[in-house]
């Protein structure tokens, strides 16, 4: 007789929750119908409701990376057009003067950061 109790009781709590989850669907529902009229209304678009949202993406409170640029370090000898940060890969410029003996301090842009560093801790 216990276990047709403690049933009964679980059967009329899993009838309590479904109502409540089918109120939420309708009041959900309800909500979308409205967003969806203020959006046909004042015909706003995704760059609209992301302004609106903050620009924030699919992840709460993540922002967008960006990548700063970086100033040149070195400059090719021939073409001063052709320069490079010092980070990443060395280009086949460089790899081909540094095989042929010559040193990547040749290839310095003078008056840079880590230059102008060098020249004081030299002087130290």
Do not use: C
Request: hydrophobic residues 35%; positive net charge.
């Amino acid at each position: 007789m216990a276990s047709t109790n403690s049933l009964n009781m679980i059967e009329r709590k899993i009838k309590e929750l479904q109502a409540r989850a089918e109120e939420i669907r309708r009041n959900e529902q309800q909500g979308m119908e409205q967003l969806r009229a203020v959006i046909d209304k004042y015909r706003l678009g995704p760059g609209h409701l992301k302004l609106v949202m903050g620009g924030m993406s699919t992840h709460r409170g993540a922002r967008p990376r960006t990548k700063s640029k970086v100033a040149p370090k070195y400059r090719h000898p021939d073409n001063a057009a052709i320069v490079w940060s010092g980070r990443g890969r060395k280009p086949s410029w460089v790899v081909a003067a540094l095989k042929s003996g010559r040193t990547i301090d040749e290839f310095l842009i003078r008056g840079t950061p880590e230059e102008t560093s060098d020249q004081i801790s030299a002087v130290r």
